[in-house]
């Protein structure tokens, strides 16, 4: 592909990456995913990879897990209750799961301070090329310090949270600020399995560095990429 055509493919792939860590316990459809890159269903699966090293359906996976074996570390939590808390229907399918990515039961890790560190990292990041060739972008949970964003929030289904993140483009380069743009974030602040699709709140939320601040329209917000416990 062009140099253009690359750059293309990669923000629209970032949107979804964004998206995807926001939704660790949740399932999008790859539908919903497809729809946020603004790509055709039918060439979202192989854009995607050819962007990550990795399907999404893989990086949901290794995320989930990522953060079910954080949560093992940091707290009492019962097997059950972590299952269910990221976004397992039960914890069989989750130890089911476990099991295949990492050799071990939670029980197990739970037990083996060193062995669960090195797990965390490496479902942390994506995972090497069969090829050894290295991605464009890494999929990866992050754990860092609070920052300011700048945030359009979105009220109405998850299919269109593509169009709210345009709308906070489009104001961002009318203001001739998205040349300072660092980062795009997404901040789920209803569980869209427990309200209606039309009461779904969202916030689209880009890092726009050390820029004026917006009084209307937009919010300012504090965000910490990462759940914290």
Not at 181 to 209: A, H, K, T, W
Request: glycine fraction near 6%; include cysteine; proline fraction near 4%.
């Amino acid at each position: 592909m062009k140099n253009s055509t690359t750059d293309n493919y990669v923000d629209r792939i970032d949107r979804v990456v964004a998206f995807l860590n926001t939704q660790v316990d949740n399932s999008p459809s790859l539908g919903e995913l497809a729809e946020i890159a603004a790509i055709s269903p039918f060439h979202f699966q192989r854009v995607y990879r050819a962007v990550t090293g990795e399907s999404p359906a893989g990086a949901l996976r290794r995320l989930r897990l990522a953060k079910a074996c954080v949560i093992l570390q940091t707290s009492n939590m019962t097997i059950t209750e972590i299952a269910f808390e990221v976004g397992y229907d039960s914890s069989q399918a989750f130890a089911k799961s476990l099991r295949e990515v990492t050799g071990f039961t939670a029980t197990e890790l739970r037990s083996q301070a060193d062995t669960l560190m090195s797990i965390i990292e490496t479902l942390s990041k994506s995972p090497p090329r069969e090829d050894g060739s290295s991605q464009i972008l890494d999929v990866k949970l992050l754990s860092i310090e609070p920052f300011k964003v700048i945030a359009h929030r979105n009220v109405g289904p998850a299919d269109e949270l593509f169009q709210a993140f345009g709308y906070l483009c489009e104001w961002a380069e009318k203001k001739g600020l998205a040349k300072n743009m660092s980062g795009i974030y997404g901040i789920p602040i209803d569980d869209s399995r427990d309200v209606e699709p039309g009461e779904y709140r969202f916030d689209c939320c880009f890092n726009l560095g050390k820029t004026q601040q917006p009084k209307r329209v937009l919010q300012k917000r504090d965000l910490v990429v990462v759940y914290t416990r």
